[in-house]
C-alpha cells in the first residue's frame, strides 16, 4: 500500500514540474541554510561546555559602589585568591589567571605566544587532556611549564619534549624552564586559549605586589563544593568583604555613595563559566546575555517557515486544480483516510528529496560559509544525539504540519463540490492571506534589521574617533630589547625618511591589533578627600603628536624630563571639577606630587559601546611600553608599511612583525557585528527570494484559474494596466498590511539593541520606509512578471481555454 502511494505521489509530482521544481528548490535551500545558521549558533553556545567541571566553576568579580554609581571589577589582588580559600568555607579549588603575551626563547628561535600565569591546580579545575606528562603533576614545580601541542611544534618540531628547557624573558630577563607536559590542541570553542601555561609566582609583578591588596591586576576562578549554590556562596563572603575591604568601604560612604538593595557597598559576585563569553560588565552589573546566538538561530527557523508557508500555500492553491480527482476518487470509494495519506506522502516525499539535497549543499557551501563568517564551527556540533533528535523531530512535526495541513483539507472537500470544480471556501483563502501577510512581514523585520545593523557598522566605522586612525601603524615591542631601547632604535633608523612622520609608544593599542590584544588599566588616588578612579595610560612624549591628539589647554609632553607630570583628558578634568587643571597637582603615587601639564580634547580610547571615560598618561621608566606607533604620509601607505616592518626586523630580527593601520584595529572591535550583519543580510536576500517565489507560483495559479475572466474582461475592452492591477492589487494589499504589523515589531527590537552602544545612529522612520519599499517593489516585479503577460494575451485563446 505504501509503495502504491508513493509511485502515485511520485507520478503527480512529475506531471506538475514546475511547482514540484520550486517547492523543492525553496525547501532545499531553507534547509541548507537552516543548518548552517543552526551550526553558527550551537558552536557559539558551546563555549566552555567541554569542561567537566563546567556547572561548579565560576569567575570571581566584585560589585562596589562609589560616588559616581556602581562599579564592577574582574581583577583582583595577588593575595585575594589564598585567603578566600581560607576564609570563606565551600571552596573546593581556587586558580589565579593572568593572560598576555610572553617572549619565548628555544635556541635559534624567538617567538612570542600566548601565556597564562596559573596556579597548579588550574589543569584540574579546567578540562584540557595531556598528550605528554603526569596528569596532576602539570605545574607542581615552580620551575615547569605547559605547553599546547601547537607551540610544542612551533617551538620544537615535535610533541615528544617532556624535560627540555626553553626561556621566557621576564622583566628584560631570560629566565629558564623545562617542559613538564603537552596538552592536546585547544579546542576552537574556548576562550581560555593558551600556548604556554606557567606557575603565576613567577609573573613580572607577583613579587612586588604579592602582599599588596592595592593592585588588581589578575583574574579569579573558583569551583565550589558540590551541593553549594554561588547565591549561598556570596551571602558567605560578605564577612571576607568587610574585613579586607573596610578601608574601601569607610572611603565610599564618605564620598557620598549609597548603598545598594542589599545595604552593601562592596559585593563578591560569581559568574558562571558558561556565561563567560557572554558577558558584558555595564552600570555595575554582570549582564550575560546569548541574543547574538539566538538571533542567528531565529533568522534560521525564521526561513525555514518562509519555505514551509510557500509550500502550504502552493498546495492550497494547487488543489483547484486536483478537484476533480478528489471527486472521481470519492466517487469510486476512497476514504477521507486514503486521500489523506495520498496527498500527505505527496508532501513527505517533496520534503525527503528537499532535505537530502539541502544537506548536500550544506555539506558543499560550508567552507565558504566559515571563511564568510570566521567562524570555527563543524557540521560534527550538530551530531550529538539531542541536537539529531530534536531534528528529526522537527522534521517530522514540519512534514506533519505543513504536508498534512493541506492534505486535510483536499481530503475533506465533499464528492459533488469537488465534480464541479468548486475552490476551497473563503475561509482557506484567509489562512493563505494570513500566511502571505506572517512570511512578508518577516522579511521587512529581517530587511529593516540589515539596514540598522550595516547603518552601525558604517556609523562606526567613519566616526570621528579623535586620533588619527588612517596613517598611523601599531605593533607589539615583542623583541628581547627593552622597550624603550627598542623605541629608541626604531626612531633612530626611521629618521629622515621623508615618508615617516614620527614615532612613539605606549602601553596599550588603540583598537584590536593582529595579536588580538584588548586591555585597559585603572588606578584609584585620593583627591581632596575623595577616592578618584582614572583609566591610565604609559606613553612616550610624542605619542600626542604622533596619534593627532588635540590639546584644549596646556602643553604637551617635551621630553623624557617631562616624566613628573601628567596629561589628563576632558573626561577627567570635569570629574575632577576644576575650572582650571592646569593649576593643579595630583598625589598619584605616594608622596609625588604630579602637576597637569595639559588636557587632551576627548577621543575614543575603548570601545564605542562605552561612553567616554576619564583617562591619564604618565611617562614613566618603571612602567615599560607595549606597544609602537608610527606615523606616515598618506601617498605611500603601502611603501611606508614595508619599511617599518623592515626596519622592526632588523632591529629584532627573530621577533615576528605584527603590525596594522589603526583603522583595520578598529574594524576588528566590531568584528562580531560585522558577521552579525553579514548573516542577517544574507538571511534577509533568501527570505526575500523564497518569498517571491511562493508570490510567483500563486500568481501563476491565479491566472490560470481566471483565464476566461481576463478574455472576457479585454473582449468588453479593458485595458492591460487594469487587468494586472486587478489581479495584483489583493496580494499588494497583504504587503502592505505586513509593512504596518511588522514596523513596530521592528523599531522595538531595533530600538532595544542599538541601547547597547553608548555612540549610535538614530532610529529613523525612513529605514524602516525603504525595507517596506523594497519589499513591495520586489512583490510588485514578482507578480508583474506574470500577470502583465497574462492581460496582454490574445482573448480569444484566453476564452478557448478549458
Not at 600566548?114 to 605528554?132: A, E, G
Not at 495520498?342 to 565558504?368: P, R, T
Amino acid at each position: 500500500m505504501l509503495r502504491n502511494y508513493l509511485k502515485i505521489a511520485w507520478r503527480n509530482l512529475r506531471r506538475n514540474k514546475t511547482f514540484t521544481f520550486l517547492n523543492v528548490l525553496g525547501l532545499s535551500v531553507a534547509f541548507a541554510v537552516s543548518i548552517l545558521l543552526a551550526m553558527s549558533s550551537f558552536y557559539e553556545l558551546s563555549f566552555e561546555n567541554f569542561h567537566k567541571n563546567k556547572d561548579r566553576i565560576f569567575g570571581v568579580y566584585s560589585e562596589q559602589q562609589t560616588a559616581q554609581g556602581p562599579k564592577a571589577g574582574t581583577t583582583q589582588p595577588t593575595p585575594f585568591a589564598t585567603a578566600l580559600r581560607d576564609e570563606v568555607p565551600g571552596i573546593a579549588q581556587i586558580t589565579r589567571v593572568l593572560e598576555g603575551g610572553a617572549l619565548v626563547i628555544q635556541g635559534n628561535k624567538e617567538m612570542t605566544l600566548d601565556v597564562i600565569w596559573v596556579d597548579p591546580n588550574y589543569f584540574s579545575m579546567f578540562t584540557f587532556p595531556l598528550l605528554q606528562g603526569k596528569k596532576g603533576d602539570e605545574l607542581q614545580n615552580l620551575t615547569s611549564v605547559v605547553l599546547s601541542e601547537d607551540a610544542a611544534l612551533k617551538l620544537f618540531g615535535s610533541i615528544n619534549v617532556i624535560g627540555e628547557t626553553v626561556s621566557v624573558l621576564i622583566n628584560g630577563k631570560e629566565k629558564p624552564f623545562s617542559v613538564g607536559a603537552i596538552t592536546k590542541k585547544n579546542p576552537s570553542n574556548t576562550s581560555f586559549g593558551f600556548e604556554m601555561a606557567i606557575r603565576f609566582e613567577n609573573n613580572s609583578e607577583y613579587n612586588q605586589t604579592k602582599d599588596s591588596w592595592n593592585a588588581q591586576y589578575h583574574q579569579v576562578y573558583l569551583q565550589l563544593e558540590e551541593n553549594l549554590s554561588a547565591a549561598s556562596f556570596e551571602t558567605n563572603t560578605q564577612n571576607f568583604v568587610s574585613s579586607h575591604y573596610q578601608e574601601a568601604i569607610e572611603n565610599a560612604k564618605r564620598d557620598g555613595a549609597v548603598a545598594n538593595k542589599q545595604g552593601l557597598f562592596r559585593m563578591l559576585k560569581l559568574l558562571p563559566l558558561k556565561d563567560h563569553r557572554f558577558t558584558s560588565y555595564k552600570k555595575g552589573q554582570a549582564v550575560a546575555s546569548r541574543s547574538t546566538p539566538y538571533l542567528i538561530l531565529g533568522v534560521a527557523f525564521l526561513i525555514l517557515f518562509i519555505a514551509c508557508v510557500n509550500f502550504i500555500n502552493m498546495r492550497i492553491a494547487m488543489s483547484a486544480q486536483r478537484l476533480k480527482e478528489i471527486g472521481m476518487r470519492k466517487t469510486l470509494g476512497a476514504r477521507k483516510k486514503q486521500l489523506f495519506v495520498q496527498f500527505w506522502s505527496e508532501s513527505l516525499l517533496v520534503f525527503v528529496i528537499s532535505i537530502c539535497f539541502g544537506l548536500l549543499l550544506s555539506v558543499l557551501l560550508i567552507n565558504d560559509f566559515k571563511t564568510i563568517f570566521r567562524t570555527e564551527a563543524s557540521l560534527t556540533l550538530l551530531a550529538t544525539p539531542i541536537i539529531l533528535g530534536s531534528f528529526v523531530a522537527l522534521v517530522f512535526a514540519i512534514t506533519v504540519l505543513v504536508g498534512g495541513y493541506p492534505a486535510l483539507l483536499m481530503s475533506r472537500i465533499g464528492t459533488i463540490q469537488s465534480l464541479k470544480g468548486k475552490v476551497l471556501m473563503k475561509g482557506k483563502n484567509r489562512v493563505r492571506d494570513i500566511l502571505i501577510v506572517v512570511q512578508f512581514g518577516i522579511a521587512i523585520l529581517l530587511i529593516s534589521g540589515t539596514l540598522v545593523l550595516r547603518g552601525q557598522i558604517e556609523f562606526m566605522r567613519n566616526i570621528n574617533l579623535g586620533f588619527d586612525k588612517e596613517q598611523v601603524i601599531s605593533f607589539p615591542l615583542n623583541g628581547k630589547k627593552n622597550s624603550y631601547t627598542a623605541l629608541n632604535l626604531l626612531k633612530h633608523e626611521l629618521k629622515g625618511n621623508p615618508d615617516i612622520l614620527s614615532v612613539s609608544g605606549a602601553d596599550n593599542n588603540l583598537g584590536m591589533g593582529k595579536d588580538g590584544s584588548l586591555s585597559s588599566s585603572v588606578i584609584g588616588f585620593e583627591y581632596k578627600g575623595k577616592v578618584t578612579h582614572s583609566n591610565f595610560l604609559v606613553i612616550d612624549y610624542n605619542y600626542v603628536p604622533t596619534l593627532g591628539l588635540e590639546l584644549v589647554k596646556g602643553r604637551n609632553f617635551t621630553s623624557a624630563a617631562d616624566s613628573l607630570g601628567v596629561l589628563i583628558n576632558e573626561a577627567m578634568a570635569k570629574q575632577l571639577g576644576e575650572k582650571d587643571p592646569l593649576a593643579i597637582t595630583l598625589n598619584i603615587n605616594g608622596d609625588t606630587q604630579s602637576p597637569v601639564y595639559g588636557v587632551l580634547k576627548d577621543y575614543h580610547f575603548q570601545g564605542l559601546d562605552k561612553s567616554i571615560e576619564p583617562i591619564m598618561f604618565f611617562m614613566s621608566r618603571d612602567l615599560g611600553l607595549s606597544y609602537a606607533y608610527v606615523k606616515v604620509r598618506p601617498e605611500n601607505l603601502a611603501k611606508s608599511f614595508d619599511t617599518v616592518e623592515s626596519t622592526w626586523q632588523k632591529i629584532e630580527p627573530n621577533a615576528s612583525f605584527l603590525g596594522s593601520f589603526l583603522n583595520d584595529n578598529i574594524d576588528r572591535t566590531f568584528r562580531r557585528e560585522k558577521s552579525l550583519a553579514t548573516m542577517i543580510t544574507s538571511g534577509s536576500i533568501i527570505a526575500i527570494i523564497l518569498s517571491c517565489i511562493g508570490l510567483f507560483a500563486m500568481s501563476m495559479l491565479i491566472v490560470a484559474q481566471r483565464t476566461k475572466e481576463i478574455g472576457i474582461r479585454k473582449v468588453i475592452g479593458a485595458s492591460v494596466g487594469s487587468i494586472a492591477f486587478m489581479l495584483t492589487k489583493d496580494f499588494l494589499k497583504l504587503v502592505a498590511i505586513a509593512f504596518i504589523i511588522a514596523t513596530p515589531i521592528a523599531w522595538y527590537f531595533l530600538y532595544n539593541w542599538l541601547q547597547n552602544y553608548a555612540f549610535r545612529i538614530n532610529l529613523n522612520w525612513w529605514l524602516f520606509a525603504i525595507a517596506g519599499v523594497m519589499v513591495l517593489g520586489i512583490a510588485t516585479v514578482t507578480i508583474g512578471l506574470k500577470t502583465i503577460k497574462a492581460a496582454r494575451a490574445n482573448p480569444v485563446q484566453s476564452l478557448r481555454t478549458e
